[in-house]
């Protein structure tokens, strides 16, 4: 557990407040909120500033080199059949311990639409991707761009091309030709219902 996590999670107790009430406050899910309270994720500056609000006491993030803040995208990737984005830009930032996601150097955030990823990476789940990472290897989960709009499903190279595959059983395999997709980069981290 974080010192941020802790201290936010004996603010709450202090104060009567469930798990369900700080996310209600936050518009986060209650899994999330008990994310940050294990340290396993960390909230953006303006979420921070609410609470400190609420709790009308300074919460003090950990030594700043032990977290990274990550840009959260107004992009979504469809877990299920494409997701068509007009326009990308950073709406907000995120919190993340550096020990879960290394740098922050060429990550992302964005959201997930869609369960064919599931049980995996749910609807409305948060993933962290790395832009840098484009080579595809077998099995990885990947985001990645087709005429259809951009998706999030496992990548795997074959002799007849890409095959690509959903976690869930309900969705069908699929091979296409590699020059038919761009790979925008690979899935390293999840968060539950962000």
Not at 40 to 67: A, H, P
Not at 130 to 138: A, G, K, V
Not at 163 to 185: C, H, L, M, Q
Request: charge should be neutral.
């Amino acid at each position: 557990m974080s010192d941020t996590g802790k201290k936010i999670k004996k603010l709450r107790q202090k104060r009567e407040l469930t798990q369900k009430n700080i996310a209600e406050i936050l518009d986060v899910s209650t899994s999330y909120i008990g994310q940050v309270e294990r340290g396993k994720c960390g909230l953006s500056e303006e979420k921070i500033k609410k609470l400190e609000e609420i709790f009308t006491e300074k919460i003090i993030v950990s030594e700043v080199d032990d977290w990274i803040d990550i840009p959260l995208m107004s992009v979504s990737s469809a877990a299920g059949t494409g997701y068509l984005n007009y326009q990308e830009k950073q709406v907000d930032t995120i919190k993340l311990p550096k020990s879960v996601i290394g740098s922050n150097h060429s990550k992302h955030a964005i959201k997930v639409a869609g369960d064919s990823m599931s049980p995996t990476i749910k609807d409305g789940d948060l993933v962290i991707i790395d832009l840098s990472d484009t080579e595809i290897r077998e099995s990885k989960i990947y985001v990645f761009c087709t005429q259809y709009g951009c998706l999030i499903k496992r990548l795997k190279p074959t002799t007849q091309g890409i095959e690509i595959y959903s976690d869930n059983p309900a969705f069908n395999r699929e091979i296409t030709d590699p020059d038919k997709i761009r790979v925008i980069g690979r899935v390293i981290h999840s968060i539950c219902n962000f």
